[in-house]
């Protein structure tokens, strides 16, 4: 700035100031800046960003890591996998139609081994995408449940001697089962025998009450026609049971179920079975609901007296009951020849089913009119 001179007028004298002249100079040097206000802003965001990368790093070594210690376990299991074939199953291998069917086309081809017996390269194999092992298998095929269920029954296409009506049953025979009366004290000596047993009081001795009257059979022979929801119900089971248990019985008819509904029989059947008693149905078609009656797995077979069903009625209740192959056994005795023949002439076209007639009374003995063994 230049220098300014004033004038001041004051009467005669003339007073002038004048300010003092600048340099006319300035120095060029500026002052230096503090050095971490240069340096500072320069270097801070280097080491945020090395800070920044670090865990970067950091995973990218743990990644490089990761992939060869992968590499060599692959490395080591695909040498135990890889089971080189020798040359003369190369061929036969690729086109075994145990690993192909006739719809597959695709194949998978390995190289043969050197004369060294060595094992081709890795860079030699090439990329396997379908490679087949071979497996050795088993092929089972279980038999039909029908040939089982035979199988299984040891009365199946035996022929029945249903002798109720006699104590003296005989030795019985080893191809044969033989039903003994209620007075029996002991099995057979020869062949299955099984145990006549009542749901009525046979003897009608008034121990099993409170008693019921609806039944004309036990009113036709003089039988107590039990209560099965009173007390004497199961005292007339368990008495019953208890003794043929003793006896040496693994069987038992439960006689007169047409008398009450199939949940009470089941419930006899049901107690059988702790005594380890295996149950004869009898008549089955005659209770009211026979198919549940007859699919209980303690119901080993099944007894048909004349005017209580058909071969062909029993055939469609075993069947529904799921049982094809239970025996069935039609006994007749007096007027009931007759019917035993027509019967027979029926069930030849069924399996193990067998007709038997009685001519010396009520079941005092026992005549084949259709073997088990002879069915068609």
């Excluded at 020798?86 to 086309?105: E, I, K």
């Amino acid at each position: 700035m230049a220098s300014m001179a004033v004038a001041v007028s004051a009467g005669p004298t003339a007073i002038r100031f004048q300010h003092p002249a600048r340099p006319a100079l300035r120095p060029m040097v500026r002052p230096a800046r503090p050095l971490h206000r240069v340096v500072m802003p320069l270097q801070q965001p280097v080491a945020q960003r090395q800070f920044a990368l670090l865990p970067a790093a950091i995973l990218l070594l743990k990644l490089l890591a990761a992939l060869v210690a992968g590499a060599g376990i692959a490395l080591v299991l695909w040498r135990d996998d890889w089971i080189p074939i020798p040359f003369d199953t190369a061929v036969t291998d690729v086109h075994d139609p145990a690993l192909y069917s006739s719809r597959q086309a695709s194949k998978a081809y390995r190289r043969e081994r050197s004369a060294q017996q060595l094992e081709p390269s890795w860079a030699d194999r090439g990329v396997i995408l379908n490679f087949p092992r071979r497996i050795q298998t088993v092929k089972f095929t279980p038999p039909e449940r029908q040939a089982l269920s035979v199988l299984r029954n040891p009365l199946a296409g035996k022929p029945l001697r249903y002798l109720i009506g006699t104590d003296a049953a005989g030795a019985g025979r080893d191809d044969e089962v033989t039903m003994v009366s209620y007075n029996a004290t002991a099995p057979v000596k020869r062949g299955v025998s099984i145990a006549y047993g009542n749901l009525f009081d046979e003897k009608n001795t008034g121990r099993y009450g409170p008693y019921l009257h609806t039944s004309d059979t036990a009113a036709q022979y003089g039988e107590g026609q039990v209560d099965p929801r009173g007390p004497g119900w199961e005292k007339n089971l368990r008495e019953q049971f208890e003794r043929r248990k003793r006896q040496g019985f693994e069987y038992i008819e439960l006689d007169n179920p047409d008398a009450y509904s199939a949940k009470d029989v089941i419930s006899a059947i049901d107690l059988a079975a702790t005594y380890g008693l295996k149950v004869i149905a009898k008549n089955p078609l005659l209770v009211n609901g026979a198919v549940a009656y007859v699919a209980h797995p303690n119901v080993v077979a099944a007894i048909v007296e004349k005017g209580a069903g058909n071969p062909a009625q029993m055939e469609a209740l075993r069947k529904k009951a799921g049982k094809p192959n239970l025996p069935v056994w039609f006994v007749a005795f007096g007027s009931g020849r007759g019917w035993a023949n027509t019967v027979a002439s029926s069930a030849k076209q069924f399996r193990h089913m067998g007709v038997t007639y009685s001519s010396a009374g009520e079941y005092g003995n026992s005549i084949d009119v259709l073997s088990p063994g002879r069915e068609g």
